[in-house]
T-cell receptor
Framework: KQEVTQIPAALSVPEGENLVLNCSFTDSAIYNLQWFRQDPGKGLTSLLLIQSSQREQTSGRLNASLDKSSGRSTLYIAASQPGDSATYLCAVILNSGGYQKVTFGTGTKLQVIP | ETGVTQSPTHLIKTRGQQVTLRCSSQSGHNTVSWYQQALGQGPQFIFQYYREEENGRGNFPPRFSGLQFPNYSSELNVNALELDDSALYLC?????????????FGEGSRLTVL
């Protein structure tokens, strides 16, 4: 059974700081790993998708890396802004004959202080 | 804007009642999946539909059922509601087989069971 852990559970940083969020998983036979942000009471916004053959993806101030052998992914946020305050979730996706088995971590709640 | 829409956004039911939640997938996507997210937790996978057939299910009882229609819209039905069914219900659409499988989520339906 795939287990996904996100550390830390909560993080508070001053504006402008660079930060790293961690996601670890137990089954390395993944198909995709996807990072999301979730604002309170809202749906999930896709940030970055890393396919199993990729090592990292970048979008603006965000960079996500994937190391399947160690069962880890990191989300790096550069020059954090108050608007980055949200909960960040990683989702590990296995593909079994067209069936996407998705397991989420419990998230990291980020607060960026102006 | 993900192109995935869900309705209703909020609803209140009482124990024992039945509820139907609806999801309109992003155009061109062939797969829809549903998730239950309790407060402070990561989303839990309920089931997935691919080309109108359920092809994957999480650890949810049979009173959680669904449908996917030829236009790839979908319904989640929950019978005999229990207090613990109170949660945010999220649907996600993706293109499996011909695309990356990236998940796109709607804004969710907030269900309160009294």
């Amino acid at each position: 059974k795939q287990e996904v852990t996100q550390i830390p559970a909560a993080l508070s940083v001053p504006e402008g700081e660079n930060l790293v969020l961690n996601c670890s998983f137990t089954d390395s036979a993944i198909y995709n790993l996807q990072w999301f942000r979730q604002d309170p009471g809202k749906g999930l916004t896709s940030l970055l998708l890393i396919q199993s053959s990729q090592r990292e993806q970048t979008s603006g101030r965000l960079n996500a890396s994937l190391d399947k052998s160690s069962g880890r992914s990191t989300l790096y946020i550069a020059a954090s802004q108050p608007g980055d305050s949200a909960t960040y979730l990683c989702a590990v996706i296995l593909n079994s004959g067209g069936y996407q088995k998705v397991t989420f971590g419990t998230g990291t709640k980020l607060q960026v202080i102006p | 804007e993900t192109g995935v829409t869900q309705s209703p956004t909020h609803l209140i039911k009482t124990r024992g009642q039945q509820v139907t939640l609806r999801c309109s997938s992003q155009s061109g996507h062939n797969t829809v999946s549903w998730y239950q997210q309790a407060l402070g937790q990561g989303p839990q996978f309920i089931f997935q539909y691919y080309r109108e057939e359920e092809n994957g299910r999480g650890n949810f009882p049979p009173r959680f059922s669904g449908l996917q229609f030829p236009n790839y819209s979908s319904e989640l039905n929950v019978n005999a509601l229990e207090l613990d069914d109170s949660a945010l219900y999220l649907c996600a659409s993706s293109l499996v087989g011909l695309g990356t499988g990236e998940l796109f989520f709607g804004e969710g339906s907030r269900l309160t069971v009294l």
